[in-house]
């Protein structure tokens, strides 16, 4: 896009302009992209010999410029073919799609006779059924006058349209270079992180930031990107940050930069989770049962005419709009992705196997600029994403009153699983290789399924859906599975669990680093470098900043305790000394104190005895399954007057995230080197990592295990005047190699 004009494509074309009706999401199984591409060839050698395939088509309306490509081009029959693959029965298909499908091949129709002098054409839609491998076609013979006039009617919809995006476009880059810093000065260390993302988007290439806490990490990011806009030609900015908290801190510093420099006009979008902006949940997302979704696209363009004329779209403000007029406020977002400038979100929404951004910046060819908050959290959200597990008890329920036709597939795999079980003799194992006799008997069932879904869509039992959604994901990551990955089995109680487990997600991640035009993440642990470079699958020309601190050793009292132990064996010698030396720090200085334990277990031991031993000294603990509101009672304790001391579990809710300054919060006690659990899990992981990057034990325990501890002594020096005091509580701390690993800027006391 530029001010010369506006290129669209032919599907972005008619998606804009000639949907209507209702938004229809009801649950219809479509044929995988590997089924689509087979489909489309098979239609494809059916056809004479001269036929075209994927035909490169342009056309010029005014300023707009519209390109794509036809499936394909019959020249002896002057037929230009649109090729939909599909499951089930085509007459419950929605209207509203077929229109829209008449709608692509009309124009490809118009731009074939533009471009070849035709002077009229037929125009067909092919629906290739998977299963019967039928096909079924509509056509229409039409004149290139009535083709060119159904052109015009689409772009003249579309190009005051896309008029006002090149115009905003124009003024926004303006506004942007002219843009001022929104506070008098930067922070310590502030101005080298924004240096280091400015450096890292001139150059194109990843970035990989450890600035501490307290510098300003969201601003010092959002700024440099925003100011590099229009010189890097970025289209867009997406802000990713794994928890609500950082997604309104993004939110807030871009509220101080438009309120800085009013003529900016940026259009800010927040992406919420569907569960979170859902009006009517317990609704179907159809016509039929919300309505909302009633008439969605007839009241699309209004809403979206009004929602681009707030500059600020966080869930709130995308709510007011979408309720005002009548349409679904997630949907309303989904859209209005396509014509913000920043986007905030959670990670999945760029990394996630079927990602939204990802999915638009790839067909839309944009160039944009990924900014990944508290990016330490990347390696374990990351593997979530490519995990997939499925569990017998649910295969053993669907068994009982299956529907017919389900009932053979049911079993097969019934039986294969079982064999697998069978022939286990530990409760967990992993295996070289995903058995050919079970991931056959899964495939042959997903394929049931999806027919039978497809041939009676209003008979959609819940946890058929859900075993399928899952077989379908365990299938997907099946087909790549290698050593990035882990498959085992795990019994428990009479039952077993099968799972494609991600250990190194660097093989999926690798194409979203690509597809960007820079991808930075930042957080204040991200030692040591080449751990995160490794599990991530950075790029080799990535760059590495670590930013200074702001904050000086004075201010950080840091005492190693290696007289105790708090591995598992010795904890019942070491509750005493934790105790003692706990009270000793409190009497000494009273105040507000953290204590953070590796286990509700181990918790529960030390402060018992403490309560014990010390009724005088207030004590809050952490429980286990605490809500949203039972978290933010516990942290309104910590007031600038309050004094105790708080218990938790490290890696939980309070050990990352939390901001509580000054006298808020004025010391910890860290009794565990977070390291995470020795089970038969950890330890293949170990095994995978050694062979992999021959540092097992670095990587799968010490490395994530020492990222929670500078995580949670993080929590209490918080601005550049907070003093504070942090106790690491094990002999281990002692070791060079684990206090490599602490930051350079404490000075550590033995």
Known sequence: ???????????????????????????????????????????????????????K??????????????????????????????????????????HLHWAQVKIYGHLLCQQLGLQKISVALVYFNIQSQKETVLQQELGAA?????????????????????????????????????????????????????????????????????????????????????????????????????RQLALHALANIQSSTPSLGLRTLELVAKSKACEYPEAACHGDACPLAKGFYDRLPAARAAAVDQQLLDKEGLRNVALAHQVCPYYLGIEMARWADVIIGDYNYYFDIHALLYGLSVVNDWRVAVLVDEAHNMVTRARQMYTAGLQRDSLKQLRKTPPPVLKKPLDRLYRAWLQLEKEQTPDYQAYAEIPEKLLAALTRLCTEIGLYFADNPSQLAPDLQQFYLDALL????????????????????????????????????????????????????????????????LPETTAWVDVESPFSADQLAVHIVDKVSTRYADRSNSVAPITALMAQQYHAQPGNYLAFFSSFDYLAQVSTNFIQHYPDIPVRLQ??????????????????????????VLGGSFGE???????????????????????????????????????????????????????????????????????????????GDVRALLPGWWAVKS
Request: aromatic share 10%; glycine share 8%; proline share 4%.
């Open 657 to 735: 995230g939390i901001d509580l300054p000054g006298t808020r919060l004025i010391g910890a006690f860290i009794a565990t080197l977070g390291l995470p659990q020795l089970n038969p899990i950890n330890e293949q992981i170990k095994l995978r990592m050694d062979k992999i990057f021959g540092a097992g034990y670095d990587y799968a325990y010490l490395y994530p295990g020492l990222q929670k501890v500078v995580q949670a002594a993080g929590r209490v020096i918080r601005q550049t005047d907070d003093k504070g005091v942090v106790y690491l509580i094990d002999d281990r701390f002692g070791r």
């Open 57 to 98: 088509l342009e056309g010029q309306h005014g300023r707009l410029q519209v390109r794509g490509r036809a499936d394909g081009y019959d020249p002896d029959l002057q037929q230009v073919e649109e090729i939909k693959t599909y499951l089930g029965d085509l007459h419950t298909m929605p209207d509203n799609h077929r």
């Open 1 to 55: 896009m530029s001010a010369e004009g506006y290129t669209v494509a032919v599907r972005a074309l008619c998606e804009f302009t000639a949907k209507q009706g209702d938004l229809d999401l009801r649950f219809t199984p479509s044929p995988t992209a590997e089924q689509g591409m087979a489909g489309h060839t098979t239609v494809a050698l059916r056809r004479n010999g001269s036929y075209q395939r994927e035909v």
């Open 623 to 648: 429980t286990r399954r605490m809500n949203e509101a039972d978290r933010e009672d516990f942290l309104a304790k910590f007031t600038a007057d309050s004094q105790g001391i708080a218990f938790a």
């Open 146 to 246: 009535e083709l060119a006039d159904f052109f015009a009617l689409l772009c003249g919809r579309f190009i005051a349209w896309a008029e006002q995006e090149v115009s905003h476009r124009a003024a926004r880059n303006i506004a942007l270079a002219d843009m001022v810093f929104p506070h008098a000065t930067f922070r310590p260390g502030q101005r080298q992180l924004a240096e280091a993302m400015y450096k890292a988007s001139k150059r194109s290439c990843c970035l990989l930031a450890q600035a501490p806490t307290g510098i300003g990490k969201t601003i010092g990011s959002l700024f440099p990107l925003l100011k590099a806009t229009a010189e890097h030609k970025l289209d867009k900015i997406f802000y990713l940050a794994a928890k609500t908290s950082g």
């Open 474 to 537: 365990f299938n997907r990551l099946a087909e790549s599975f290698a050593d990035h990955s882990l498959f085992d089995i795990s019994k428990e109680q009479g039952t077993s669990t099968l799972c494609i487990r991600n250990i190194v997600p660097a093989t999926f991640l690798t194409p979203r680093f690509a597809a960007s035009h820079t991808t930075a993440l930042f957080s204040a642990t991200l030692s040591p470098w080449n751990y995160y470079c490794d599990t991530l699958g």
